[in-house]
């Protein structure tokens, strides 16, 4: 047995590992999409509802501690199952059930100001994250509607607890089927 | 014509008796919506005093003008029962007299042209009858633009129950054909070709000899097979011109102005007598009225009173069903009470013996006949599959968008499932869906304005500190200039 032999063809593939793990280790460095481009499209899944209940001040910044890897894809209750498996198709990571400690999935709502009970302190503006709420000092306040992501971060401010959740009505698109299949959608 | 099914038309029953014209109704309840899925804009407040063809409300492009049917005096406006759920309604109580407002007056069609007749006909709420509802004017205006060189008249009325446009055509001929002269003028078409199936030779005929009548040799009369959905707009051009609409484009890309005979008869009336377009003709049929008829009704005539016309409901004991168009298009009705539209083309009252109840649902056993019958050409088999699991990609890589809903799947499949309804579930999802993304983009630049203002208002207030404390700074170093050279020596 001539181990000498051996050592050409040793060194000639330890050269070749090394070429190739260097060109991979380049391709690989071009290929990283920049992280602002991740934060971008991981934003684009979140709902912007912007209530911090991932205990981030936003969904940007979520995004943002989603792509460092300093958070887990399961801290929003908003989005639900879908944003989960969204963000998992794009992370490339197996999809997990919500977790619990940041809240639960509920039907979509907004907030609405009781206006008679409304003391126009102005609290409530400076909380709301998307300015969807209207007043002046000691002047009633509303809630856009169209505008709100019903985040619920105006609650806690209000003083005189005059500001409440509502479901919004799902359109009634569904509620017209085919004449055919009356008994499955009626 | 791709795929398709020959059915039993179920249309002989209504066309017995001539077209039963009903009294103009006691309360008009006129939706906003038509049918086009657009509210027209309001223009009477509740109290205000209308007479027949009075414009009681603008359209706003996707929906056409509204006239009041009869003469009297707005209750209300608000939400009532509609043919495609529920809408906002005028609710306009009649006085009996029926007095037509001062400003209605036949005009000189031949006299205008092009872009004034489309405004003409614009004002006279000239809307789809064949079911769409969508503003004529507008449909004709794109036309003109794009230069169309042929005006489609669909008689083709292919869903079985249907067959108001077949009674229309039967006798008022004549005035479909004066229609289509207009809207030829209108569009500026060279040709207008007036399509009907070939199992009504009455209609065939009466068209033909009405056509020969008014001696213009643009017009003519092409019988095409009764196969479904051939009437469908994609279908119907294809079949009679050969050229297929692109999938996100519309007929007068490919040349041709597609029009329903009822509304050809609605432009006939609105430049023979002035008539905006108040009234259709609406067939009401089904084993559960005793008389099936062809109703010409005013538009708002509540759906009891339609059926009243044809003598009532029978008394059969099994459940019935309403149902707003035919059987395989047709959109179930809550409720009796909404008012009649200028999309409503047939009020099918079914009975067990009509509608044979539906087996129980079983898997997909991958036969492919419904990819066989659908006339759009699309994998039904496929999109149910992509339906299930809410796949959004997949519904668009099969073709959800180019579902014309027509049913024939759903008619054919030997596992009973209701695919149609899935896909239009899945349509609704899909709006749905794209509403929210509008949404969250919305918000996301809301609240991206927001953390700007915060902070620029923070960045602001350190600003104003830090004047604040270089002025005060200044401003003692300037107060005692003395004791500081003072103080200056003694610390050396």
């Given at each position: 047995m001539n181990t000498g032999n051996l050592l050409p063809a040793v060194a000639a593939v330890a050269v070749l590992a090394l070429l190739l793990g260097a060109a991979l280790g380049w391709i690989a460095s071009i290929l990283r999409s920049n992280p602002g481009a991740l934060v971008e499209r991981i934003d684009a899944l979140l709902p912007q509802t912007q209530c911090g209940r991932c205990l981030y001040p936003g969904c940007r910044p979520y995004a943002q501690a989603i792509a460092a890897g300093e958070a887990d894809i399961d801290r929003c209750p908003p989005g639900g199952e879908t944003t989960v498996r969204a963000l998992a198709t794009l992370l490339d990571r197996p999809p997990r059930p919500l977790n619990p400690r940041y809240g639960v999935t509920l039907p979509p709502r907004v907030a609405v100001i009781d206006e008679a009970r409304c003391i126009g302190c102005t609290r409530c503006l400076p909380a709301c994250p998307v300015d969807a709420i209207v007043g002046a000092s000691r002047s009633m306040h509303t809630v856009i509607a169209p505008q709100c992501t019903g985040c619920e971060l105006c609650l806690p401010p209000c003083p005189v607890d005059c500001i409440a959740m509502v479901p919004i009505s799902a359109p009634a698109v569904a509620a017209v089927g085919n004449a055919r299949f009356a008994s499955e959608t009626a | 014509m791709r795929g398709g099914l020959r059915l039993d038309g179920h249309k002989s029953r209504p066309l017995e008796q001539p077209v039963i014209v009903a009294a103009p109704p006691r309360t008009a309840v006129v939706a906003l919506d038509q049918g086009s899925g657009e509210d027209a804009r309001p223009l009477v407040t509740p109290g205000a005093t209308v007479r027949v063809g009075t414009r009681v409300a603008a359209g706003r492009g996707g929906s056409a003008d509204l006239h009041s049917p009869v003469s009297g005096v707005l209750r209300e406006i608000t939400v009532l029962p509609t043919p495609q759920g529920t809408g906002r309604c005028l609710v306009i109580d009649a006085d009996g007299r029926d007095e037509l407002d001062p400003g209605i007056a036949p005009f000189d069609w031949q006299a205008l042209e092009g872009a004034a007749l489309i405004e003409r006909l614009d004002a006279g709420g000239i809307a789809g009858l064949g079911g769409a509802a969508f503003p004529a004017a507008a449909k004709l205006a794109t036309g003109r633009e794009a230069g169309v060189d042929r005006l489609l008249l669909n008689g083709a009325e292919c869903e079985p129950w249907i067959c108001c446009d077949d009674a229309l055509m039967r006798e008022r001929a004549g005035d479909v054909v004066l229609g289509a002269r207009v809207m030829l003028a209108a569009c500026g078409a060279a040709r207008a070709t007036i399509a009907v199936e070939d199992d009504k030779p009455q209609a065939i005929a009466a068209l033909e000899a009405a056509v020969a009548v008014c001696g213009d040799d643009r017009v003519e009369v092409l019988a095409l097979p009764a196969v479904f959905p051939l009437g469908a707009e994609g279908p119907l051009i294809a079949a009679v011109t050969g050229r297929e609409v692109p999938h996100d484009g519309l007929p007068p890309q490919v040349g041709v102005v597609c029009q329903n005979v009822g509304t050809a008869a609605a432009v006939a009336r609105l430049v023979r007598d002035?008539?905006?377009?108040?009234a259709r003709v609406v067939t009401v049929t089904g084993s559960g009225v005793r008389r099936p008829a062809n109703i010409e009704a005013r538009i708002g005539t509540p759906i009891t009173e339609l059926v009243a016309a044809c003598d009532g409901y029978t008394d059969a004991p099994s459940p019935r069903h309403l149902i707003a168009g035919g059987s395989l298009t047709g959109r179930a009705l809550a409720t009796d009470a909404a008012g009649l539209t200028k999309g409503l083309n047939c009020v099918l009252v079914a009975t067990a013996d009509d509608l044979p109840p539906r087996g129980p649902e079983m898997p997909c056993i991958r036969c492919g006949d419904c990819a066989t019958a659908c006339p759009a050409g699309l994998l039904p088999q496929q999109l149910h599959r992509a339906a299930r699991s809410d796949d959004a990609d997949g519904l668009a890589r099969f073709g959800l968008a180019d579902c014309i809903e027509c049913g024939c799947c759903d008619y054919v499949c030997p596992s009973a499932i209701p695919l149609t309804a899935r896909f239009r579930a899945a349509r609704a999802r899909h709006r749905q869906h794209e509403e929210q993304r509008r949404r969250a983009t919305e918000a996301r630049a809301r609240y991206d304005r927001h953390q700007q203002r915060i902070g620029a208002e923070a960045e602001r207030e350190r600003q104003a500190f830090e004047d604040a404390r270089r002025r005060a700074r200044d401003g003692a170093e300037r107060s005692e200039p003395r004791s500081d050279a003072s103080s200056g020596p003694d610390r050396d």
């Open positions: - | 002035g008539m905006p377009c108040i």
